[in-house]
């Protein structure tokens, strides 16, 4: 239940109202968000709590996050992405 309601946490806050980033976040927390690892999911919600300007700056590829965690949560939601 509580993996439950985490999941459906994940997905409200994937919603960010950029289009460029909605078609990235709410297919990757429907789709991919429960499969991942509990060190993935921590580093998901790390990425949720970044400021829409960033995550614009990276999905767009333009730099990649300095913070290592992130840079990797990012690939995945790109790898994701690019898999549909």
Not at 33 to 54: F, G, H, I, M, N
């Amino acid at each position: 239940m509580a993996d439950d309601i985490e999941a459906k946490r994940v997905r409200w806050h994937s919603r960010r109202g950029m289009l460029e980033l909605d078609v990235l976040l709410v297919p990757f927390a429907e789709e991919a968000y429960t499969s991942l690892s509990a060190e993935d999911k921590v580093r998901y919600r790390q990425l949720l709590d970044c400021e829409d300007p960033d995550l614009f700056t990276w999905f767009m590829e333009h730099i990649i996050p300095d913070d290592p965690d992130i840079a990797r949560i990012v690939k995945l939601v790109q790898e994701h992405a690019r898999s549909r």
